[in-house]
């Protein structure tokens, strides 16, 4: 078993710490806030409670919102570059940009003398799947370091090799544009059945039973049917995602038409106040702003 450290323990880092330990890992955590971590503790992880503490893990897990996150943690007298004596792998498992996890290996490479190598694997599955220890990891990055990632990873889920570093985040991407614009078209599809006196848990029923399934589907397809629109995986976040996408795209010369058109809907949700509710709040939002006349 590895010693493991994970930063960022929230709706998926937890259980993905849980899952760790689970697997026999020695886990350590970093969070902002000690009470973030303290049931990780209380079930057998440790407290780091400064960057340099992460030192000595030979996998450091990065579960932070957005990758600029990590360069405090690496710089200064109490920051990880400071203190790395061994070889040491540092997995990018937010969703950022391709070039953003490019630029920090080679920031890390000049800086450790290569004793940092890093490596991208995004996660997709929700929480559920980080709970279940069912999540798809999207790899990015060759040589020895990244099958020791993908040993560790194993824990969490399914560790796909995707190519050189930053294939993990482009297909990441990809999956983000599927699920922003699978839900949008469920959530039409459910204003479609609500008009027409259609029940909308029966009409899911139907997609579900033929070509219309998707995981998105049966994920979401209950917060739609009850209009729950509690947090399991804020929206707002999508405007991230689908921007990363079309960044990606715009680099090589193309546009992404559909993409364009979801993004525009999920800054208009976010700009309405409800980017922190879960993603199949699209369904209102859609509900309070197409209807014509």
Known sequence: MSDVALVGPGKMGAPMARNLLKAGHRVRVWARRRQAAEQLVAEGASFAATPKELAGASVIIDMLQDISQI?????????????????????????????????????????????????????SGGEAGAIAGTLSIMVGGQGEHVAHAIEVLRACGNPVVCGPL??????????????????????????????????????????????????????????????????????????????????????????????????????????????????AVVHKYLEQTTREG
């Open 166 to 279: 930053g294939a993990g985040e482009v297909v990441k991407a990809c999956n983000q544009m599927v699920v922003g614009m699978t839900m949008a078209a469920l959530s039409e599809a459910a204003l479609i059945a609500e008009e027409a006196g259609v029940d909308v848990e029966l009409m899911y029923t139907m997609l579900a039973n033929g070509w219309g399934d998707s995981a998105v589907l049966r994920a979401k397809r209950a917060k739609v049917e009850q209009q729950d629109y509690s947090n399991t995986g804020a929206a707002k976040f999508m405007v991230k995602d689908l921007k990363i996408a079309l960044s990606e795209a715009n680099s090589k010369g193309r546009t992404l038409p559909m993409s364009t058109q979801a993004l525009a809907l999920y800054e208009g949700l976010t700009a309405a106040g409800l980017g922190d509710d879960d993603l």
């Open 71 to 123: 360069y405090p943690l690496l710089d200064g007298a109490e920051g990880l570059m400071a203190h790395v004596t061994s070889p040491t792998v540092l997995v990018v498992s937010s969703t950022v940009a391709p070039n953003d996890v490019r630029a920090l290996d080679a920031y890390l490479a000049e800086h450790t003398h290569g004793l940092i190598k890093v490596v991208d694997a995004p996660v």
